[in-house]
């Protein structure tokens, strides 16, 4: 089936990872996506090399482009920024994060495209916001969300220098808060029959990430201690190794729920009433973190799953690799990974993290070659004109 987004049509002026995920996303949901990529293609199409994937693929491109149609277009040429406002002429959606001034230089501004498509929805994704001194600065999400926004540095630990962000982290959350945003937007325009710009940033996405710590602090003036894991005030809650070497996390987040559990798995009884109050436990957590780290050190950590599994209180979950990630059992019964048909056979992907039960959706085509699509694009668009 195609999806809930079937017959929503989209184009997208996406380069490296923010705007083409969002687009990605419409795509999987059945919106028939076509891609707007210069001579030289969206140069998130290198990241194979970047990563030095063997055969010439990009993975993250693949799975950030699947099931769209490519055109080529000089948006450099005055005839060639005339085909994309004829594309967007009669398009529903507009997804792009060129920057603002990028956007005016070539005449596909919110102001210009709006007036010639007053229905079309107008999906921007900034780095650092669409006003405001910074509202044309460039930025990876690395810079705009990952180290502006605060998640670096509440990240690292006292004296350490701070970690490297995994690719794409904050590019895709930003790019599901603007899905989100245009299909709102596509609720709203079946009331008033206008569509409109709807606007999210890297900086945005960050800071809503750790908003937990940005609104404590906005709101008392305190900032959340950042953790050290020797003394974290709830034992319950803290990170484990066992005997085999693997590690897993307890989040035992309720204090007074999850600490008899605990005190049961490891046949400590003991514990309850050496430390019945949750400020008896946060005064002596140093005391007792390290006698669960000799306790966990016992046991294999399939071991310790087992006495786990007899504890319905007991909430924990392994620390996993990617490699087990992908072995999980749960993981692909939960949706995990999609099939990309690619001629007769099919290619594993990651999947986009929602399902429609009532109207699935499944992926189409894997990502186009640069270009792929241009003639029965163009073709589409005359046919559309006569």
Same mark, same amino acid.
């Given at each position: 089936m195609a999806g809930p987004m079937e017959g929503v049509r989209v184009v997208e002026l996406g380069v490296w990872v923010a705007g083409p995920a969002a687009g990605g996303i419409l795509a999987d949901w059945g919106a028939d996506v076509v891609k707007?990529?210069?001579p030289t293609g969206d140069p998130a199409r290198m990241f194979g090399r970047m990563l030095s994937v063997e055969d010439g693929g990009s993975p993250p491109f693949e799975m950030d482009n699947r099931g769209k149609r490519s055109v080529v277009l000089d948006l450099t040429a005055e005839g060639d920024q005339r085909l994309a406002l004829e594309l967007l002429s009669d398009a529903d959606v507009f997804i792009t994060n060129l920057r603002p001034g990028a956007l005016l230089r070539i005449g596909l501004d919110f102001d210009t495209v709006a007036a010639l498509n007053p229905r079309l929805v107008y999906g921007l994704i900034t780095g650092y916001g669409d006003t405001g001194p910074d509202a044309d600065r460039a930025a990876y999400d690395v810079a705009a969300f990952w180290a502006r926004a605060g998640l670096a540095h509440l990240l690292t630990r006292p004296g350490e220098s701070p970690p490297f962000q995994?690719?794409?982290?904050?590019?895709?959350?930003?790019?599901?808060?603007?899905?989100?945003?245009?299909?709102?937007? #596509?609720?709203?325009?079946?009331?008033?029959?206008? &569509? +409109?710009?709807? $606007?999210?940033?890297?900086?945005?996405?960050?800071? =809503? /990430?750790?908003?937990?710590?940005?609104?404590?602090? #906005?709101?008392?003036?305190h900032a959340?201690?950042? &953790? +050290?894991?020797? $003394?974290?005030?709830?034992?319950?809650?803290?990170? =484990? /190794?066992?005997?085999?070497?693997?590690?897993?996390?307890?989040?035992?987040?309720?204090?007074?729920?999850?600490?008899?559990?605990?005190?049961?798995?490891?046949?400590?009884?003991?514990?309850? /009433?050496?430390?019945?109050?949750?400020?008896?436990?946060?005064?002596?957590?140093?005391?007792?973190?390290?006698?669960?780290?000799?306790i966990f050190a016992t046991r294999t950590l399939d071991e310790w799953a087992e006495l786990?599994?007899?504890?319905?209180?007991?909430?924990?979950?392994?620390?996993?690799?990617?490699?087990?990630?992908?072995?999980?059992?749960?993981?692909?019964?939960?949706?995990?990974?999609?099939?990309?048909?690619?001629?007769d056979s099919s290619v594993a992907m990651i999947a986009t993290p929602a399902d429609f039960h009532g109207t699935p959706w499944e992926t189409r085509s894997p990502a186009p070659e640069v270009g792929q699509h241009t003639e029965e694009v163009l073709a589409e668009l005359r046919s559309r004109r006569a």
């Open positions: 707007i990529e210069p995994r690719g794409g982290m904050g590019d895709h959350s930003a790019g599901m808060t603007l899905v989100a945003a245009v299909c709102a937007a #596509l609720v709203a325009r079946e009331r008033t029959g206008v &569509g +409109q710009l709807v $606007s999210t940033s890297l900086y945005r996405q960050g800071a =809503y /990430t750790v908003s937990f710590d940005l609104n404590t602090f #906005l709101m008392t003036g959340i201690a950042i &953790g +050290q894991r020797e $003394s974290m005030g709830n034992p319950c809650m803290n990170n =484990y /190794t066992a005997g085999d070497g693997k590690r897993f996390w307890i989040v035992g987040l309720d204090v007074q729920r999850h600490w008899a559990p605990l005190c049961r798995v490891i046949n400590r009884p003991d514990w309850l /009433t050496a430390y019945p109050k949750p400020r008896d436990r946060a005064a002596n957590s140093v005391e007792i973190i390290s006698a669960l780290d000799e786990f599994a007899a504890e319905p209180d007991f909430f924990w979950s392994p620390i996993n690799t990617i490699e087990d990630v992908i072995a999980d059992e749960q993981f692909h019964a939960a949706g995990g990974v999609v099939y990309v048909p690619d001629g």
